[in-house]
């Protein structure tokens, strides 16, 4: 007997999304019967604090999990029954299972983060490291960052109050002086001395085209690494690139969170090179 699975994809501006497609083809692999929907607040004309009421109504039509992005990640929290320790300790979710009437959110974001920058710059210098962003991806990048040995990672966000709260839990989590803020004025001198920057906001988007940061900011000491994956190719990447810095795109991100997601939904073992190719054909088609 086939196994089924009902999915869905809550957030923003999510029609570029390439979560449908990675799902479905991986779950054709395994002969699932697997239909990923996408469920889009703007196009609803909800706010993201509808995230709650949407989980609930999801759970009660009959799907079997949801993933959540941006700008749900952490308003749909107070919503949930329960959390994973991953998601209890960042403080957001992109993953929501179901047990009976129980609604329980997990954050795949940072070890997918973890697993692709290990894989796509495996031999980076991370003494010191900038990242712009501090909503619920960022939580999660950061935390991936300074698990994976990061000495120092200065955050900067264009809500100062969101970048401090963020910071203060690295230091509580990771120790003193592993994480710094900085402010728009701070961002140039502290990536003049960085080894690496990290762009963990939705400029570059399909919906929010252009560069988070002047491009003359930019110099070939450092490694840029995107979250943004619709378009892989970034203004940012591309502007880094020109100045001679190795580059990180997004995909591998999206692929290793959603293989992690594709097993808590359906405890079946993903395989994430596939899956990874499989991107590589969604983009050229």
Known sequence: MTSSYLIGLIGAGIGPSLSPA?????????GLRYLYRLIDITEAGLAPEAAGELVRTARRLGFDGLNITHPCK????????????????LGAVNTVTFDGDRAIGHNTD???????????L?????????????????????????????D???IADTDPVKARSLTEELTAR??????????TDGVASSLAEADGLVHAT????????????????LHPG??????????????????????????????????????????????????????????????AF
Do not use: K, N
Not at 22 to 30: M, P, Y
Not at 110 to 120: D, L, P, T, V, Y
Not at 174 to 183: H, I, K, T
């Open 22 to 30: 990675l799902h479905e083809r991986e779950a054709d692999h395994h």
């Open 74 to 89: 952490q308003t749909v929290i107070p919503h949930l029954d329960e959390l994973s320790p991953d998601a209890a300790v």
């Open 110 to 120: 940072w070890i997918g983060f973890a697993e692709s920058f290990a894989r796509g």
């Open 122 to 150: 495996p031999d980076a210098v991370t003494h010191r490291i900038v990242q712009l962003g501090a909503g619920g991806a960022g939580a999660a990048i950061a935390h991936a960052l300074l698990t994976l040995g990061a």
């Open 152 to 154: 120092r990672l200065t």
């Open 174 to 183: 990771f120790g003193s002086g592993r994480a710094a803020v900085a402010d």
């Open 202 to 217: 939705p400029t570059g988007m399909a919906h929010h085209p252009g560069l988070p940061l002047p491009a003359d900011l």
């Open 222 to 283: 450092l490694w840029v690494a995107d979250i943004v994956y619709r378009p892989l190719e970034t203004e940012l990447l591309r502007a880094a690139r020109a100045v001679g810095c190795r580059t990180l795109d997004g995909g591998g991100m999206v692929v290793h969170q959603a293989a992690h997601a594709f097993r808590l939904f359906t405890g079946v073992e993903p395989d994430a090179e596939r899956m990874l190719g499989h991107l590589t054909e969604i983009i």
